[in-house]
């Protein structure tokens, strides 16, 4: 059975980080796109973070730029989400997503699988 299990999310203070991991069973990551989104009340879900299959180059969102940071380590069949000086506005629902792209992409869509979520809540 394919499955993504996202793990990390909590509570945190403003100002504070965080590293979510996506953990994969039934499949290899290492071929494939994977995504982070996040989906906030009342809000549609977007595009957070991504890195691709075939090249490993990544993309962030201008809202996390310089905040966060994606990564893979395909020994441990996991990628990560590093989020650092985390604000109020961060605080989501926070999903993996893996498809078969040699590119990622923001499009959730094009995604074939997708993790149950982690909430991330920031707030002193």
């Known amino acids: 059975q394919l499955q993504l299990v996202e793990s990390g999310g909590g509570l945190v203070q403003p100002g504070g980080s965080l590293r979510l991991s996506c953990a994969a069973s039934?499949?290899?990551?290492?071929?494939?796109?994977i995504g982070w989104f996040r989906q906030a009340p009342g809000k549609e879900r977007e595009g957070v973070s991504c890195?691709?299959?075939?090249?490993?180059?990544?993309y962030h969102a201008d809202s996390v730029k310089g905040r966060f940071t994606i990564s893979r380590d395909n020994a441990k069949n996991t990628v990560y989400l590093q989020m650092n000086s985390l604000k109020p506005e961060d605080t989501a629902v926070y999903y993996c997503?893996?498809?078969?792209?040699?590119?990622?992409?923001?499009?959730?869509?094009?995604?074939?699988?997708w993790g149950q979520g982690t909430q991330v809540t920031v707030s002193s």
């Open positions: 890195i691709s299959s075939s090249d490993g180059s990544t």
């Open positions: 997503a893996a498809g078969r792209l040699e590119l990622c992409t923001r499009i959730d869509y094009q995604y074939d699988y």
């Open positions: 039934g499949f290899t990551l290492e071929y494939y796109a």
